[in-house]
Antibody, heavy 123, light 110 residues
Framework: EVQLVESGGGLVQPGGSLRLSCAAS????????MHWVRQVPGKGLVWVSR????????DFADSVKGRFSISRDNAKNTLYLQMNSLRAEDTAVYFC????????????????WGQGTLVTVSS | QSALTQPASVSGSPGQSITLSCTGT?????????VSWYQQHPGKAPKLMLY???KRPSGVSNRFSGSKSGNTASLTISGLQAEDEADYYC??????????FGGGTKLTVL
């Protein structure tokens, strides 16, 4: 069974940093591109970042570019999101999600999601 | 990077068919078939309902179907059921190698 379990959320002051983790199991993690998506409670989904399967390629939403970084440890089946210079508007539930494959190619959709971890940026 | 445009709410009676729209631009919805739809119940993670515009993952009811015309994608739910009441989000890959979601549509089953 595919499982994605996020951790690392919590309360942080504006300007602070936080690192989120996503532990993956039930599939060959090193084969899949992985993403982070966030959602302000009661609001819509917003794509944040993605990393390809071997960690050589990353992309970010403009709203987090230069402040957030994404990484992965394929030996530990874990995805990370390092969040620096946090702002109040970064407050959200952060979901880890897997990009689905068609044949062996990533196809731009998210087939499995974690339950999310809440990040609150407030003084 | 503006969100894709979805109606805020749609409602229908059990057994009816409803269609949710998702409008983007030629740089996202209109330019790629990497359009997907997600169902989210309150307090839950999103669930993939359709990918590549119209393909259903294993386990998703064939009451859910999708299409695209120009810059607008659509999700149709036929034979509406009470359990279909949820928020629905569309998503598209973009020419900037990023992804956009729609603002979401709240579906109410009357």
């Amino acid at each position: 069974e595919v499982q994605l379990v996020e951790s690392g959320g919590g309360l942080v002051q504006p300007g602070g940093s936080l690192r989120l983790s996503c532990a993956a199991s039930g599939f060959t993690f090193s084969t899949y591109w992985m993403h982070w998506v966030r959602q302000v409670p009661g609001k819509g989904l917003v794509w944040v970042s993605r990393m390809n399967s071997d960690g050589s390629t990353t992309d970010f939403a403009d709203s987090v570019k230069g402040r957030f970084s994404i990484s992965r440890d394929n030996a530990k089946n874990t995805l990370y999101l390092q969040m620096n210079s946090l702002r109040a508007e970064d407050t959200a539930v952060y979901f880890c999600t897997r990009e689905g494959l068609v044949a062996t190619s990533p196809h731009g959709f998210f087939d499995y999601w974690g339950q999310g971890t809440l990040v609150t940026v407030s003084s | 990077q503006s969100a894709l445009t979805q109606p805020a709410s749609v409602s229908g009676s059990p057994g009816q068919s409803i269609t949710l729209s998702c409008t983007g631009t030629s740089s996202d919805v209109g330019g790629y078939n990497f359009v997907s739809w997600y169902q989210q119940h309150p307090g839950k993670a999103p669930k993939l309902m359709l990918y590549d515009v119209s393909k259903r993952p294993s386990g998703v009811s064939n009451r859910f179907s999708g299409s695209k015309s120009g810059n607008t994608a659509s999700l149709t739910i036929s034979g509406l059921q009470a359990e279909d009441e949820a928020d629905y989000y569309c998503s598209s890959y973009t020419s900037s190698s990023t992804w956009l979601f729609g603002g979401g549509t709240k579906l109410t089953v009357l």
